[in-house]
């Protein structure tokens, strides 16, 4: 079974700082990983995913994102936010090889402050 | 492209009673995922189809029960609410059977249980 970890519930910034918004993952087999961003009232919407390839993944919106494999991390990151990027972040994982669900984590609530 | 639409988007409904969720999925997606969202227990993957088959379910009671329809549209039904039935129900459609790593979603369903 897969397992996600968001180590911080709530991380407030102020505009126009760098922000990381932690992950970590547990599987005994391999996994694609993904962030999502849920708006208030909203669904979620995909900022990133890793499948394969280059561990730097870059997404929507100026986030990226960097896959360890050894740490079992997938830190999302952006060098400079807005009151925009104010929202809920969710890391997932999904196992390789099959039509697999998604596995989330708790989230963290993102708050930009003016 | 039209997204994924669910309907109704909020829903208020009495304890004992029952409800249908109606999701409808991107044109050409075949795979229909259902998640729950609830503030203590997060997003969690209540079940998926795929061209009319359950091919993946959840840990919830079977009060929790889904289909799907020939023209991919999916309806997820609740009987005998409970309380802790109160959630944001997320639908995600996928392209063909690659249901994690193309999964778009919804905006949800609001259901209320008084």
């Avoid at chain 1, 709530?10 to 992950?23: H, W």
Wanted: glycine content about 8%; some cysteine.
């Amino acid at each position: 079974a897969q397992s996600v970890t968001q180590l911080d519930s709530q991380v407030p910034v102020f505009e126009e700082a760098p922000v990381e918004l932690r992950c970590n993952y547990s599987s005994s087999v391999s996994v694609y990983l993904f962030w999502y961003v849920q708006y208030p009232n909203q669904g979620l919407q995909l900022l990133l995913k890793y499948l394969s390839g280059s561990t730097l993944v870059k997404g929507i919106n100026g986030f990226e994102a960097e896959f360890n494999k050894s740490q079992t991390s997938f830190h999302l990151r952006k060098p400079s936010v807005h009151i925009s990027d104010t929202a809920e972040y969710f890391c997932a994982v999904s196992r390789q090889g099959g039509s697999e669900k998604l596995v989330f984590g708790k989230g963290t609530k993102l708050t930009v402050n003016p | 492209k039209a997204g994924v639409t669910q309907t109704p988007r909020y829903l208020i409904k009495t304890r004992g009673q029952q409800v249908t969720l109606s999701c409808s999925p991107i044109s050409g997606h075949r795979s229909v995922s259902w998640y729950q969202q609830t503030p203590g227990q997060g997003l969690q993957f209540l079940f998926e189809y795929f061209s009319e088959t359950q091919r993946n379910k959840g840990n919830f009671p079977g009060r929790f029960s889904g289909r799907q329809f020939s023209n991919s549209r999916s309806e997820m039904n609740v009987s005998t609410l409970e309380l802790g039935d109160s959630a944001l129900y997320l639908c995600a459609s996928s392209p063909l059977g690659v249901v994690a790593t193309e999964a778009f979603f919804g905006q949800g369903t609001r259901l209320t249980v008084v």
